[in-house]
C-alpha cells in the first residue's frame, strides 16, 4: 500500500520526530534508545550515554532511569548533570565531570555509600593527582604529611603538615600540625599570624599572606620549641 497526499506527509512528519543524538531538548529531558543506552539533555541537544548497571534504561512512571553502576571512567555523561554521581564499588564513586565519568577513590574510613539514590564519598584521605568530586574539599594525603585540595576535579597539595601530629581526620574534619614548617611553606588563611620551629629548632618562622616567613633566629645554645599557645626559643631542658 502506498500513501498519497496530506497523509503521506504526516506519515513522513511523524517517523521524523522521533528524538535521536542531536534533536533540541529541555534541561533534565531522558529518554531510552534502548536497553543499554539512553538520550540525555545537555546544553538544549540530546547526546547519548550508556546505562551499563544490571537496570540499564527502563521508562518508570513517565520518568527515565538509567543505572550507570556498571559505567566506565570516560563514558559520556551531560555537562547539565556535573557532579551526579554512584558508588560503582565500597571505595570507588564515579561522577560526572566536564561531560565525561570519572573514577573518585574514596579512601577515607566511610568509603562510598549510597541512601535514597544519593551517593556520598569519603574523600578526607586522598593522593595528590587523583580525581574528587567536590571543588574547595580538602583532605590529608594517605601519608599523613599534607592538606590537599580538591581544585578542578583534581586534588592538589595545598600545604605541608611538618609538626609530629601531621594530617589528621577528627570528626570530619582535617587537622594540620603546623608547629614545624620551612621557610616559604604555604599556610592556610586560618593560620594567619602563627609561629612555628624550622626543623632543625634554630629558629621560629610566622605564617604572614599565606607563607612561612622569618621571625626570629634563635640564640647560640637556645632552641625552638613549640607547645600549645606558645612557640619560643630558650636554652633545652637538661635531662
Do not use: W
Not at 540530546?46 to 521508562?59: F, M
Not at 557532579?83 to 564515579?94: E, N, Q, V
Not at 568530586?133 to 583532605?139: F, L, T, V
Not at 621571625?215 to 631542658?237: F, H, I, M, V, Y
Request: glycine share 12%; aromatic share 2%; net charge negative.
Amino acid at each position: 500500500m502506498r500513501l498519497r497526499g496530506p497523509l503521506a506527509l504526516l506519515f513522513v512528519a511523524f517517523v521524523g520526530c522521533k528524538p535521536h543524538a542531536g534533536s533540541s531538548c529541555d534541561k533534565g529531558e531522558e529518554r531510552c534508545l534502548d536497553p543499554g543506552r539512553a538520550l540525555v539533555c545537555e546544553a538544549g541537544h540530546l547526546i547519548e550515554t550508556p546505562c551499563r548497571g544490571k537496570d540499564g534504561c527502563r521508562v518508570k512512571v513517565e520518568t527515565t532511569s538509567c543505572d550507570v553502576h556498571g559505567d566506565k571512567p570516560g563514558d559520556a555523561c551531560s555537562t547539565d548533570d556535573e557532579g551526579s554521581a554512584a558508588c560503582i564499588d565500597a571505595k570507588t564513586l564515579l561522577a560526572c565531570h566536564g561531560g565525561r565519568y570519572v573514577a573518585v577513590p574514596c579512601r577515607g574510613e566511610h568509603g562510598c555509600v549510597e541512601d535514597d539514590g544519593r551517593a556520598a564519598c569519603d574523600e578526607s584521605v586522598a593522593e595528590s593527582g587523583e580525581a574528587c568530586a567536590h571543588d574547595g574539599k580538602k583532605a590529608c594525603s594517605a601519608d599523613g604529611k599534607r592538606v590537599l585540595l580538591c581544585a578542578s576535579g583534581a586534588m592538589q597539595t595545598r600545604y605541608q603538615c611538618r609538626g609530629e601530629q601531621g594530617c589528621r581526620v577528627t570528626g570530619g574534619k582535617i587537622d594540620c600540625d603546623v608547629s614545624v614548617a620551612r621557610g616559604g611553606d604555604a599556610c592556610d588563611a586560618q593560620f594567619e599570624g602563627t609561629f612555628a620551629c624550622t626543623e632543625d629548632k634554630l629558629a621560629i618562622v610566622r605564617c604572614s599572606a599565606g607563607k612561612f616567613v622569618p621571625d626570629e633566629n634563635c640564640k647560640r645554645g637556645q632552641r625552638c620549641s613549640a607547645e600549645p599557645g606558645s612557640t619560643r626559643c630558650a636554652k633545652p631542658d637538661k635531662t
